[in-house]
């Protein structure tokens, strides 16, 4: 089989660092989402909304749009009772976000949106990997039929669900990203350390165009986690996708504290630190966004930021220390993106 093309080379080429968008959940949210409610319904409910919400990441600066599809396999959908429309919702989402692409003044990149599985593999849990596998492959040819130029495989714990995933992409016919989600003292919940991010699917076809950290606990955390990436080849594209600051409850809603100007130097701290392509994940809006693109169009590269740098500028350390710049003792968070 001929191997897929690297959609992100050129422009990494012509640009330097890429931006992706922000956060897809509280984003959706904030247009009427309810919680319990299955975002990938809106793809064929409210496509008018999903058309907004990639119409104002593009407007915002991004470089890469990711699909509404991050609970897009049918281990996510049956709990809606929609487990038999994965094709069919995978698609559209990856034709509404192609459609804002098409109509961009630049080259915007469509990433298909794979999220964890929300099972757990033997002996852990009763999914093999041989479905985990066939669930994922599902997805992706949904989202490969609307266009999507790549399985951006995202907010991961289980080394080998990314394997899984990734192996899923190869037999699609996609080229593949993947992210971990490095929210449990410095590592994953299932232990993965950032540092080992690298070499997880690195023989899987081709190897993945780049892989990194989202999510998370917050801004700070991710930072140190790009340390150790960074650190551990330093050749590697690496991607950070990190939250808007902590989440707080204020009542019965979740706050994020990150203020545009704080995710501007967050970006400046991530490319100065190696990032490659950056974004924002849960709380990050439009207006984050734009002070992001702003940042990074007016950076000029620094030294490499130490953990105490970071702490100074954006904020303490949530996690307690894991290794030498990594990230600390957490609480196991909601991975649902966004």
């Known amino acids: 089989m001929a191997q897929p ?17 922000g956060a897809t959940g509280t984003s ?30 593009v ?40 459609s804002v692409a098409d109509k961009a003044p630049r ?7 794979v999220g964890p599985t929300g099972e757990l593999l033997i002996p852990l849990g009763a999914l093999t990997y041989e479905d985990a596998v066939a669930a994922f492959a ?16 995202e907010t991961m714990s289980s080394p080998d669900e990314i394997r899984a995933a990734a192996e899923a992409a190869v037999k699609t016919g996609m080229p593949y990203t993947y992210t971990g989600s ?48 960074t650190e551990a080849d330093p050749n ?40 490659r392509i950056i974004g924002g994940c849960c709380g990050t809006s439009c207006n984050h966004l734009a002070a992001m693109r702003s940042a990074l169009d007016g950076h000029t590269p620094g030294p490499r930021p130490t953990i105490e740098t970071i702490v100074e500028r954006i904020g303490p350390l949530r996690n307690k220390l894991a290794s030498e710049s990594g990230a600390q003792e957490g609480v196991r968070r909601s991975r649902r993106r966004g």
């Open 5 to 21: 093309a690297n959609p992100l080379a050129d422009l990494l080429a012509e640009k330097g660092v890429l931006l992706a968008d």
């Open 28 to 57: 959706l949210f904030a247009m009427g989402l309810t919680a319990g409610d299955a975002p990938e319904l809106w793809n064929d409910e409210h496509p008018d909304r999903i058309v907004k919400l990639h119409q104002d990441f």
């Open 59 to 98: 407007d915002a600066g991004a470089d890469i749009i990711l699909t509404n599809t991050f609970g897009g396999t049918r281990h996510r959908l049956k709990l809606h009772n929609a487990e038999g429309r994965v094709h069919e919702l995978n698609r559209k989402a990856a034709e509404i976000a192609r």
């Open 107 to 113: 080259k915007v990149i469509v990433a298909g949106s």
């Open 138 to 153: 599902e997805q992706m040819e949904g989202l490969k039929a609307g266009g999507a130029d790549v399985a951006w495989i």
């Open 182 to 229: 490095f929210d449990t003292a410095g590592r994953t919940m299932m232990g993965l350390e950032p540092k080992d991010i690298h070499s997880v699917a690195a023989d899987i076809g081709t190897g993945p165009l780049a892989v990194g950290a989202n999510c998370g606990v917050g801004a700070s955390d991710i930072l140190a986690s790009l340390l150790d990436m």
């Open 236 to 275: 590697a594209t690496v991607i950070v996708k990190g939250n808007c600051g902590i989440p707080e409850f204020r009542g019965t809603e979740i706050y994020y504290s990150g203020t545009p100007p704080l995710m501007a130097d967050y970006a400046r701290l991530a490319r100065d630190a190696g990032a």
